[in-house]
C-alpha cells in the first residue's frame, strides 16, 4: 500500500526503514544467478560475506549466509566464479542496507555455460548481428591502430613485435585492460568505445591469450557484442588459440586465429609489398614490350604491302586509265562535233535557198502598200497607188498604172 505523506506530515527515518523492510520480507526466496567478485571468510567466523555482481552490467548486491552453506561448495567456487544462489532479500535497517541470505549455493558448470552461450548465440543470430553483409572491410594499410589488451600480455607482446617487424612505421594505440575476471567486460567495452570515437584509428584489435572457458567468458558477454556491432571502425577479434571460439569471433569484421595472426591479417608486410611491386612493375613492362613488339610486327606487315611499299603504283595505273579516257572523249566529241558542222552546213544552205532573199537575187521584186501589207494580185491595189518595191540590192517606190 502506498503511504501517504506531506512535508507537513513526513515519516521518520525509522519508519521508512522499517516499511522498506516489511516489504522486502514479502519478496520471499530467489534464485539469482552472478559473479563473486569479494569474498571473505574471516577465521573462526560462522559468516561468510561476498559480493555477487552482473558481469553484463555494473550492478552488485552484498550476500551473507552461514559458513556451513559455503563450506559445501568451497573447493569449486573462488573469486571470479559464477553461481547460482537461492536467497532471500533482507533489509538491513540501522544502515538502510539491502543484502541477500544465500541458504544454497551452486556453481554454474562448463556445460551450462555453453548451453547459455549457445541460446545467446542463437538470439544475436537470429537479430542479424553476425550477418556477412555487416561485415566492414579492413584498411590495406591502416596508419594508427588500437589495440585492446592486456597489460604487459603475451598477446601485446605479439601484436605489437610482429605488426612492427612487417611494417616498421605502423603506429599502437593501446589500451591495457583486463582480458577475464568481474571487471574485464566493463573495461574492455570502454576501451572499445574509446578507441571507436578516435578519428584518427583505423581498426581495433581486441586481443588475449588462450585460457579456460571460464576465463574466455568476458569475450562473449552480449554486452560486448553489442558494443562491437554498433563500432564504425572495423574491429579484429584474436581471442584464444585456433579452437577457442567467443562470440566475439561472430560479430567481429575479421577473426584472427592467435594475437599474432592477427598482426599478419592487419598490417601488410613490407618485404611482400616490395616484392608485389616489383612483380607488378616486371609484368607491366612485359605487357608494354608485348604491346610494341606487336604493333611492331602489324607496322611492319603493313609496309610490306604493296599499296605501302610502292604508293604511286596505283596512281600510275589509274593515270594510264585516266588518259585513254581522255583520248577516247576526245576523239569521241571530235566526231560529234564533225557530224553537227556537216548537218549545220546542209542546213544552213536550204535556209538560204528557200529564204526571200535568195527569190529576190534571182530578179524577183517584193510589192508592199504603204501599210506594210504585201500585194499578191492586181485586185488589190488602186490607179495612181503609191507602193514600194523591194529588190535584192534595195527598194525603190513605184506607181500603179492601170491599162484599160
Not at 532471500?88 to 551452486?106: C, H, M, T, V
Not at 541460446?119 to 537479430?127: D, M, P, V
Not at 604487459?152 to 589500451?175: I, K, Q
Given at each position: 500500500?502506498?503511504?501517504?505523506?506531506?512535508?507537513?506530515?513526513?515519516?521518520p527515518?525509522?519508519e521508512?526503514?522499517?516499511?522498506i523492510?516489511g516489504w522486502?520480507d514479502?519478496?520471499?526466496a530467489?534464485w539469482?544467478?552472478?559473479?563473486?567478485t569479494?569474498?571473505s571468510?574471516?577465521?573462526?567466523?560462522?559468516?561468510?560475506?561476498?559480493?555477487l555482481?552482473d558481469p553484463s552490467?555494473d550492478i552488485?548486491?552484498?550476500?551473507?549466509?552461514?559458513?556451513?552453506?559455503?563450506?559445501a561448495?568451497?573447493?569449486?567456487?573462488?573469486e571470479?566464479a559464477?553461481?547460482v544462489?537461492?536467497a532471500?532479500?533482507?533489509w538491513?535497517?540501522?544502515?538502510g542496507?539491502?543484502s541477500?541470505?544465500?541458504?544454497?549455493?551452486?556453481?554454474?558448470?562448463?556445460?551450462?555455460l555453453?548451453a547459455?552461450?549457445?541460446?545467446?548465440?542463437?538470439s544475436l543470430?537470429?537479430?542479424g548481428?553476425?550477418?556477412?553483409?555487416r561485415?566492414?572491410a579492413l584498411?590495406?594499410?591502416?596508419?594508427?591502430?588500437?589495440l585492446?589488451?592486456?597489460r604487459?600480455s603475451?598477446?601485446?607482446?605479439?601484436?605489437?613485435e610482429?605488426a612492427r617487424h612487417?611494417?616498421?612505421?605502423?603506429?599502437?594505440e593501446v589500451?591495457n585492460?583486463?582480458?577475464?575476471g568481474?571487471?574485464?567486460?566493463?573495461?574492455?567495452?570502454?576501451?572499445?568505445?574509446?578507441?571507436?570515437?578516435?578519428?584518427?584509428?583505423?581498426v581495433?584489435?581486441i586481443?588475449r591469450?588462450?585460457?579456460?572457458v571460464?576465463?574466455?567468458?568476458?569475450?562473449?558477454?552480449?554486452q560486448?557484442?553489442r558494443?562491437?556491432?554498433a563500432?564504425?571502425?572495423?574491429?579484429v577479434?584474436?581471442?584464444?588459440?585456433?579452437?577457442?571460439?567467443?562470440?566475439l569471433?561472430y560479430?567481429a569484421d575479421l577473426?584472427?586465429s592467435?594475437?599474432?595472426?592477427?598482426?599478419?591479417?592487419?598490417?601488410?608486410?613490407?618485404?611482400?609489398e616490395?616484392?608485389?611491386?616489383?612483380?607488378l612493375?616486371?609484368?607491366a613492362r612485359r605487357?608494354?614490350q608485348?604491346f610494341?613488339?606487336r604493333?611492331?610486327?602489324?607496322?611492319?606487315?603493313?609496309?610490306s604491302?604493296?599499296?605501302i611499299?610502292n604508293?604511286?603504283?596505283?596512281i600510275?595505273e589509274?593515270?594510264?586509265?585516266?588518259?585513254?579516257?581522255?583520248?577516247?572523249g576526245r576523239?569521241?566529241?571530235?566526231?560529234?562535233?564533225?557530224?553537227a558542222e556537216?548537218?549545220?552546213?546542209?542546213?544552213?544552205?536550204?535556209v538560204?535557198?528557200?529564204?526571200?532573199?535568195?527569190t529576190l537575187?534571182?530578179?524577183?521584186?517584193?510589192l508592199?502598200?504603204a501599210?506594210?501589207?504585201?500585194?499578191?494580185?492586181?485586185?488589190?491595189?488602186?490607179?495612181?497607188?503609191?507602193?514600194r518595191?523591194r529588190?535584192?540590192?534595195?527598194?525603190?517606190?513605184?506607181?500603179?498604172?492601170?491599162?484599160?
Amino acid at each position: 500500500m502506498a503511504v501517504n505523506t506531506s512535508a507537513d506530515a513526513p515519516l521518520p527515518v525509522g519508519e521508512i526503514s522499517r516499511l522498506i523492510g516489511g516489504w522486502i520480507d514479502r519478496l520471499g526466496a530467489v534464485w539469482v544467478e552472478g559473479q563473486i567478485t569479494q569474498l571473505s571468510r574471516r577465521p573462526g567466523a560462522g559468516v561468510v560475506f561476498l559480493t555477487l555482481r552482473d558481469p553484463s552490467h555494473d550492478i552488485s548486491v552484498s550476500v551473507t549466509c552461514y559458513r556451513q552453506v559455503f563450506d559445501a561448495v568451497a573447493d569449486v567456487v573462488g573469486e571470479g566464479a559464477r553461481v547460482v544462489v537461492l536467497a532471500k532479500p533482507e533489509w538491513y535497517a540501522p544502515r538502510g542496507q539491502l543484502s541477500l541470505r544465500a541458504a544454497e549455493i551452486r556453481p554454474v558448470g562448463v556445460g551450462e555455460l555453453l548451453a547459455r552461450l549457445e541460446q545467446l548465440k542463437k538470439s544475436l543470430t537470429a537479430e542479424g548481428l553476425f550477418a556477412p553483409e555487416r561485415k566492414k572491410a579492413l584498411p590495406f594499410l591502416p596508419q594508427l591502430i588500437g589495440l585492446v589488451c592486456g597489460r604487459a600480455s603475451a598477446a601485446e607482446r605479439d601484436v605489437l613485435e610482429n605488426a612492427r617487424h612487417r611494417w616498421p612505421a605502423v603506429r599502437f594505440e593501446v589500451r591495457n585492460v583486463p582480458v577475464q575476471g568481474v571487471h574485464a567486460v566493463a573495461q574492455v567495452v570502454q576501451a572499445v568505445k574509446e578507441l571507436d570515437a578516435t578519428d584518427a584509428v583505423d581498426v581495433i584489435i581486441i586481443a588475449r591469450g588462450g585460457g579456460s572457458v571460464e576465463d574466455l567468458l568476458p569475450f562473449s558477454d552480449e554486452q560486448l557484442v553489442r558494443t562491437v556491432a554498433a563500432c564504425r571502425t572495423p574491429v579484429v577479434s584474436a581471442i584464444g588459440h585456433e579452437p577457442d571460439t567467443p562470440l566475439l569471433d561472430y560479430v567481429a569484421d575479421l577473426r584472427a586465429s592467435t594475437p599474432t595472426d592477427a598482426a599478419k591479417k592487419v598490417v601488410p608486410d613490407v618485404g611482400e609489398e616490395y616484392e608485389r611491386v616489383r612483380m607488378l612493375r616486371d609484368r607491366a613492362r612485359r605487357c608494354v614490350q608485348a604491346f610494341v613488339a606487336r604493333e611492331e610486327r602489324g607496322l611492319a606487315q603493313a609496309l610490306s604491302r604493296p599499296s605501302i611499299e610502292n604508293p604511286h603504283r596505283m596512281i600510275d595505273e589509274r593515270a594510264e586509265q585516266v588518259t585513254s579516257l581522255l583520248d577516247r572523249g576526245r576523239r569521241t566529241l571530235g566526231h560529234l562535233l564533225d557530224r553537227a558542222e556537216s548537218e549545220l552546213t546542209h542546213t544552213h544552205a536550204r535556209v538560204v535557198a528557200l529564204s526571200p532573199a535568195a527569190t529576190l537575187q534571182r530578179g524577183y521584186a517584193v510589192l508592199q502598200k504603204a501599210d506594210g501589207h504585201v500585194v499578191r494580185g492586181p485586185g488589190e491595189v488602186a490607179a495612181d497607188e503609191a507602193l514600194r518595191a523591194r529588190v535584192a540590192e534595195g527598194e525603190f517606190n513605184v506607181r500603179v498604172d492601170v491599162q484599160e
